[in-house]
Every structure is written in structure tokens, then in C-alpha cells.
């Protein structure tokens, strides 16, 4: 259980003194920490990490032998990781093991997050053992062999701290200390890539970026894919380039005991204009072991720059996960074509279909039925709005078995009156009904701007709402729509790892969208911020080298 110890203050203020942490899979976690703190085990590194964004419950992340250059491929902008890293240190002739603990907090991270981690870390580290070394970072620069192996140096009491009287600074690791930080250097520069025929790859990817025809009048390349030499980790050689389609040329070559990396060209037609796209491929075959694509994992950064620019990337180890009709739609809808915008006869029919059908549900308390709501009326837009906010009154109550919804119909209507072009309506929030947990009921629509629709948000609410925007790429306007999770303040930590058994349910209601926001303060969402956010997923930037 995760339990709070709790003491009671002079002022009769509750406080909180220690915290056991909840793993969702403990004994998976123990088994990893176990090897790596066994000596003869090729284990050197072992992570945790949250279940979800508002999760409290940690779970266990991966592992490997490649230790910290291994590990930082793993700490992501968005994620929290707790890991404890084994390494050797040399002090004269004697090897002593070490243990560093490093606890990751991404930059991206929700700041309530990142204040509950703060709370978690002790129970956490402890957990985890002892360490003889501890490391907080926030950034990829603040990790690497060299640092660790200071960090240890320095608590071992062996570094030195002689001033050069050349450099103006401290030598560092002196004498057979030394070696040891370059021996992790030199494993981390042995793990780097090299390309056989390098010049010829990269013409082929110059010849796969450019508009021109080819001088031979052949046609344009389409693709071109690459993988490792017969044999090694860390050369990689041409597998073969084409101007035929995924399906017909790509996909036969990608076989599921290699690895292979790719760029694959694509034409996007928007309007009367054609737009080149760029799409990178990662494959990677089921039968490739699992240690070697955690080593492989570890030459990502270097793979990415070689292919660099791109507008789309996919990482795929199955067929059935990529083919032209999959990389045209990822393109789409990462340049924002993808067409969710339903006209008012498209509104009007959604919302019949999902009324006409009738459903019953049970109601866990009384087991009794729970009749469908009433089919639809056929929604017809309305002639005059003002600028003004459109309050909603309280319905009557239909009740699903997970979220209730307090007037679903009118829920529906507002969200179909957003995604239809004609009307002016484009935004319509939802909220918990105070005093019901689990009640979602329309709280406004409007026709303004972004700042209309936070206006009716408010500290210690939780809503969800839709919003819609217009974006211009080149000469034509394409409509956005943004989903919006806000969370106030105000309210309470239960209450926030309550709703996210609700959260699967709630998207589907305003799916689809292009891009989501998970504000919590008014500042975190206004009209420039979304138009970022949304400039962001259409990926409408030119990366075609001239």
C-alpha cells in the first residue's frame, strides 16, 4: 500500500514525515535492482518509472549492460526515472564496485508532477539501497561516464584537487584513476557507427532529397534503406534504394532477424499544391534479441542526425505496422490534412447514429436497466450567436457504467457543432458536476477566442473541452482542433489519480483532435500557446535540401 505517516503539530496541522512508495510489478523491480548489485551479473543499470503522466505508482522501466551511455537513452523530456548504475572504481591496483543513484526529472514534466516526485524520492532511494554516489539531473549534459565516474572519485576521496599551474584548473582524476573514466570513454566512442561506403549512402540520400530528375532519365528515387554489416553492431552499409512503392520494393527487404533505417520519400497533395515529405524508418525484426536492441538503442542519436531531416519518423517491428497507406496517413496527420471536419449533414448523421441504436446498460448498485438515451433531434445550427459564453442548464441524468453524463445529448450536440464548419461555434467545454466524481455535464460553448473559453474555467474544476482553429499553410486555410484536460489547482491529489481511470472513456468523446493540452493553470493555455502547440503537430516546416 502506499501509506502516509502522518504527525499531528502544535497547530493541529497534519504533516508528513515518510512515504512508501507502490510498484505495480515490485517483484520484477527487485529482480533487476538484485542484479545489478551482484557483481558477476553483466546487469549494470536498472530503472523504474511512473505507470502514467498522473500515476503515483511506479513500475519497472528496463535494464542493460551498457551502463550510463546505455541509460541516458532511456531519460526522456516527458518521463521520471529512478535508476542505480553500477561501475568499477580502480584506486592503485584494487577494483572496488560502486553504485550512483540517479533520479531523472524531464523538463517537460507537469509541474504538480514534479512536486509530488520530490515527496516520493526518500522512499524511493531507499528502496534502492544504499549508493554511495547520488545524481539529480534534468538535462542529457549532466549525465555521462565522465561525470559519474568524478562523482565517484570524488566521494572515494582519491580525485585531486591540485590546481595545474598551466591550465589554471584542478588535474582531475590523477594517475590509475584515470584510466578507469577513459576505459567508459572509450567503451562509449567503441559503441559509435561507422558507414561503409558513406559517400555512396549519402548520395543516395541526396539523390532521394532532390527535386530534380535523374540525368539518365530513370525515375525518381522514392527510398532508400540501410543496415548493418554481416556479422556487426556498428557498421552500417547500403541495403538498396528504389523508386517503387513501400509495399512492392521496401517491405520484402525487412526481415525479421535484422535492423534496418530508412528514409522514404512521399508526395502530399494539399489543394491544387504538391508537398515532398520526408518519412524516417526504424525497423527493427521480432527476432532480434532483447539485449541487443537495448545496445543498438545506444546509436539512436547517431542514426537520426546521419537521416536528419525528417518530417515523420516510425519505429516498427512488424509488417503489418507499416506499408504506403500507413506512413501516408502518419504524414497527414502530422502535417494537419487529415480532414476532421465534418460538415453539417456529417454532424447531423453522427449525431443520429450514435442515438438510433438502442442500448442498455446496469447499474452496478440496483442491477436494473438503464434505458438508452432518446434518439437525436436533428441539430440545426443556430441562425445568431453573440461572442458571449452559452451557460448550459442541467439536464437529466443518463448514467454509462463507468462516467455519467448529465444531458449526453446535448454533450454530443455541442462537440458536433464545433467540428462542423458552418457554425460559428468553436469551442464547448465539459465538467464534473461538484459532489459527483464521476458526472459529466456541458458547462459552456462559445465563439470567441481561447481566452473567452478559460474564462470559464476555474480553480477547483475538472474539465474537458474541444477547441477550434485555423492554421495557414501557404496560400490555404486548414482547420485544428485541440483537446483541452484541465485540471485546477485546487483540486485535491486523490481526486486527480481518480481521474485518470476515466481518461481512455473521456477522449473518445472528442476524438479525433490534433493536438492536447494538459493545463492546470490559466497561464498554460492561451491563443499563442495553442497556435504553437498546433504549428508544432502540422509539421509544415520545408525540410527538402536544396
Known sequence: RNETKQERGKEGRTTRTTMQVQFADAEEVKAAIKEV??????????????????????????????????????????????????????????DTVKFCFVSWVGESMPR???????????????????????????????????????????????????????????????????SVVDAHVKAEESNSLSWEDETGIRAAIAALRSDAMPADGSAHLSWVLTTYAPGSTHIINLLGTGSGSFDDEVAPLLKDDIVAYGLV?????????????????????????????????TQSGQIVAFFSPFHVSLSVTRHNEISDEI???????????????????????????????????TSPAAESPVPAPEPAKKYTPPLRRTAAVTSVATGGQKCADRVCYDDEQAIRDAIAAVRNDSDPTNWALI??????????????TGTGSTDEMVAALQDDMV????????????????????????????????????????SFEIKAIFNPY??????????????????????TAAGAKVHVLE
Open 37 to 94: 548489485r551482484t557483481e558477476t551479473n553483466p546487469t549494470d543499470w536498472a530503472a523504474v518509472t511512473y505507470e502514467g503522466p498522473r500515476s503515483q505508482k511506479l513500475k519497472f522501466y528496463s535494464k542493460g549492460t551498457g551502463g550510463v551511455s546505455e541509460l541516458r537513452e532511456y531519460l526522456k523530456d516527458e518521463l521520471a526515472v529512478f535508476a542505480l548504475v553500477r561501475v568499477v572504481d580502480r584506486i592503485d591496483d584494487s
Open 112 to 178: 504538480m508532477q514534479k512536486a509530488r516526485i520530490s515527496i516520493h524520492k526518500a522512499g524511493i532511494e531507499k528502496e534502492f539501497g544504499q549508493s554511495h554516489v547520488q545524481l539529480a539531473v534534468t538535462q542529457l549534459d549532466e549525465i555521462t561516464p565522465e561525470i559519474i565516474m568524478q562523482k565517484v572519485c570524488n566521494s572515494s576521496g582519491s580525485a585531486s584537487h591540485v590546481i595545474n599551474r598551466e591550465t589554471g584548473s584542478a588535474d582531475g582524476v590523477k594517475g590509475v584513476r584515470k
Open 265 to 297: 520519400r512521399k508526395i502530399e497533395h494539399i489543394d491544387e499544391s504538391d508537398t515532398i515529405k520526408f518519412a524516417f524508418v526504424d525497423w527493427q525484426g521480432e527476432q532480434i534479441p532483447r539485449q541487443l536492441k537495448a545496445r543498438l538503442g
Open 327 to 361: 506512413i501516408v496517413a502518419t504524414v497527414a496527420k502530422a502535417s494537419g490534412t487529415a480532414n476532421f471536419v465534418l460538415s453539417e449533414t456529417q454532424a447531423t448523421e453522427r449525431i443520429t447514429k450514435r442515438t438510433e441504436s438502442p442500448v442498455t446498460t
Open 431 to 444: 465538467h464534473f458536476v461538484k459532489g459527483k466524481s464521476n458526472c459529466l455535464k456541458l458547462l459552456a
Open 463 to 502: 474539465a474537458y473541452g474541444l477547441l477550434r482553429k485555423t492554421l495557414r499553410i501557404d496560400e490555404s486555410d486548414t482547420v485544428k482542433f485541440v483537446y483541452v484536460d484541465w485540471t485546477g489547482e485546487g483540486i485535491p491529489r486523490m481526486m486527480r489519480s481518480k481521474l485518470s481511470v476515466y
Open 514 to 535: 490534433h493536438v492536447d493540452l494538459h493545463p492546470t493553470m490559466k497561464s498554460e493555455i492561451t491563443d499563442e500557446i495553442v497556435m504553437n502547440a498546433v504549428a
